[in-house]
C-alpha cells in the first residue's frame, strides 16, 4: 500500500476558500459584516479563477485584472476591517498567480 506525502502546497488556502472568507462565510467568517460594496467581489475573483483554468488569461492581464480588483475591494473596504479585508486580496493575488502556474504553464 502506497502512502501519498502531504505537500506545502496541500497545506495552503484554496482561492476558492479566500473567496469565502472575501464573501465573509465559510470556515472563518469574521463575526462582523463587511461595507455592503465588497460583496460585489468574491465573485468577480471566482469568474476571474474560471479564465484561469479555462487558460483564457494572460499573465500580464491576470496581474493586471488582480491590481485593479485589489484596489477596488480595498476601497470598497473603508475603515470597516480594512487590515482583514487587505490580507485577504494580498493572499488572492498570491494563489490566482499559483493557479495559473499550476494551469496554464504546469
Known sequence: MASSKITFDDLQPHVDMLCDALDNKGA???GCAYDPDVYQYPDRYRALLKEIRAKNI????LVHYLQVLGEEVK???GDNQYYRIRLIVEALDIYMIKEYNKYVTG
Open 58 to 61: 494572460s499573465y500580464e492581464s
Open 75 to 77: 476601497e470598497a473596504a
Open 28 to 30: 472563518s467568517p469574521s
